[in-house]
């Protein structure tokens, strides 16, 4: 009988992991579109305060949770009605009370970051969608523990349309930053009814104190979290006192195209396979090859994307209409933050795996040592390389890989070499040509799209060739 339900799992795994991927392909087309309209028409010192307010609010937002969803997604027995209220009542008096302070000490955060009334408004608006972030969490959490995240998507559709169409709209218009404060607070409100069509649950206020045991492995699982923010986000903002706002936005600039991918597939990747892991982490066996395949498949695509990009987006940034003469800057950051998240893309799914298999405290002493050398690389590498320094620490501090590595394997012998080389062999061919396409080829957008197309057919075919199996197996799993 396990290893039927492990099994069957598995393939619901794999299933939902495509499902994401597949179903939230639009999404990130027209997130990616919009990004480039922004990167367009916003000064690189309007992305670098986006970039700052942003930091603040998910500082927010990860302070505010407390892993109460996690909680609930990890634990082994079923959740009750009662587990559910509490943790709704708790995320709404949470969410709720720091937007109030917020506003209380608005005028204090204005003068440190020497913000506007058109950032101030943004950031409010943005706590606020912290908030409103709280009536989503049940409905998600319901879906996530059947792995149903096929209907997940469906708000996550909704919301990123209107917020993407009224974003490149009011950017277009010239409203600037404005048109993020809109963007946020039309997309969040519309967004809610949609998660209970999907998860229907009926919102009930109350705390029952035997559910507040479920805080144990929330605190700890979000005390990693709340690290991970202090290490990046409470970072930029002191950023803000040694760098330019136009620095920080070629920052910024590195980060959103770095990660597009990685946002992309290894978030779907993790989300999914968490509650994989979760459900059957007594079974080595299964765990093993979960990771393998995990990882597998998440350098097939970050692979090519970080190669490609590093190579292309020299041609991109001088065809680019608008973007000559302005963007050049954060190519160097760009590179090693690309570097960043090829590492962090398969050190994220080893992370997950000790994570949900309860190891949250061996994850919290790993996010403590990767914090304390993010501030010591970072303005080591800001003294020496500028505003670059970011970049180049944050790549740097990803090559302690082989600590987790060695920690996973400490409970799962797994092969973890034999993962990647594959998608990686195949990916240095294809940017070997890719590069000489670039040289001999391209003369204009057009042909630097079109040797792009050339490169991820190359791809395609290198990597069937050399890993045929692999891909008809997930193929057929995707099939059946």
């Known amino acids: 009988m396990e290893d039927f339900n492990t099994n069957n799992l598995y393939k619901k795994s794999v299933k939902s992991v495509f499902a994401l991927i597949s179903r939230s392909f639009f999404l990130n087309i027209l997130s990616y579109v919009a990004s480039i309209v922004i990167f367009t028409y916003l000064r690189p010192s309007d992305v670098g305060i986006y970039v700052v307010i942003i930091a603040i609010q998910r500082i927010i937002s990860f302070i505010t949770?407390?892993?109460?969803?996690?909680?609930?997604?990890?634990?082994?027995?079923?959740?009750?009605?009662?587990?559910?209220?509490?943790?709704?009542?708790?995320?709404?008096?949470?969410?709720?009370?720091?937007?109030?302070?917020?506003?209380?000490?608005?005028?204090?955060?204005?003068?440190?970051?020497?913000?506007?009334?058109?950032?101030?408004?943004l950031l409010l608006i943005l706590v606020f969608t912290v908030f409103l972030s709280s009536f989503k969490v049940i409905p998600s959490i319901l879906l996530e523990r059947k792995i149903n995240f096929h209907k997940l998507i469906l708000p996550q559709i909704i919301e990123s349309i209107f917020f993407n169409s009224i974003l490149v709209l009011l950017v277009i218009k010239g409203y600037g930053l404005e048109s993020y404060s809109w963007a946020f607070l039309i997309s969040g409100l519309i967004g809610i009814p949609f998660y209970y069509i999907v998860s229907p649950w009926r919102p009930k206020i109350g705390i029952d104190k035997k559910s507040l045991n479920n805080l144990r492995y929330g605190i700890q699982f979000q005390a990693k979290n709340i690290l991970a923010t202090l290490k990046d986000d409470l970072l930029t903002l002191f950023l803000v006192k040694i760098l330019s706002f136009n620095e920080i936005g070629f920052i910024g600039f590195g980060q959103r195209n770095a990660f597009f991918t990685y946002r992309y597939i290894v978030d779907s990747v993790t989300k999914v396979t968490f509650s994989t892991f979760s459900r059957l982490q007594e079974n080595e066996k299964f765990l093993q090859k979960s990771i393998e395949k995990s990882l597998f498949y998440v350098s097939l695509a970050m692979f090519p994307f970080v190669f490609g990009i590093i190579i292309i987006s020299p041609q991109l940034?001088?065809?680019?209409?608008?973007?000559?003469?302005?963007?050049?800057?954060?190519?160097?950051?760009?590179?090693?933050?690309?570097?960043?998240?090829?590492?962090?893309?398969?050190?994220?799914?080893?992370?997950?795996?000790?994570?949900?298999?309860?190891?949250?405290?061996?994850?919290?002493?790993?996010?403590?040592?990767?914090?304390?050398?993010?501030?010591?690389?970072?303005?080591?590498?800001?003294?020496?390389?500028?505003?670059?320094?970011?970049?180049?620490?944050?790549?740097?501090?990803t090559l302690t890989i082989f600590i987790t590595i060695r920690l996973v394997r400490e409970k799962i012998q797994f092969r973890f070499y034999h993962s990647v080389y594959k998608p990686f062999l195949a990916s240095l061919i294809m940017a070997m040509l890719t590069y000489l396409g670039t040289i001999f080829f391209v003369t204009n957008l057009l042909s630097l799209f079109l040797v792009i197309i050339v490169s991820v057919l190359i791809y395609g075919v290198c990597i069937f060739l050399l890993a045929k199996k692999e891909v008809l197996q997930v193929m057929n799993l995707i099939n059946n």
């Open 65 to 121: 949770d407390f892993g109460f969803g996690a909680a609930l997604i990890q634990k082994k027995e079923e959740i009750s009605e009662a587990d559910i209220k509490t943790t709704f009542t708790l995320q709404i008096i949470i969410t709720g009370t720091i937007f109030i302070f917020v506003i209380s000490v608005q005028g204090l955060i204005a003068q440190y970051f020497s913000f506007n009334l058109v950032a101030m408004h």
């Open 317 to 397: 940034i001088s065809f680019m209409p608008k973007w000559q003469n302005k963007w050049e800057p954060a190519l160097l950051s760009l590179t090693f933050f690309s570097l960043n998240a090829l590492v962090s893309s398969m050190s994220g799914i080893l992370v997950n795996v000790l994570d949900a298999t309860g190891r949250v405290k061996t994850t919290l002493k790993l996010m403590i040592l990767w914090t304390i050398l993010t501030w010591i690389f970072t303005w080591i590498g800001i003294f020496i390389f500028g505003y670059n320094g970011v970049a180049i620490a944050s790549f740097i501090i």
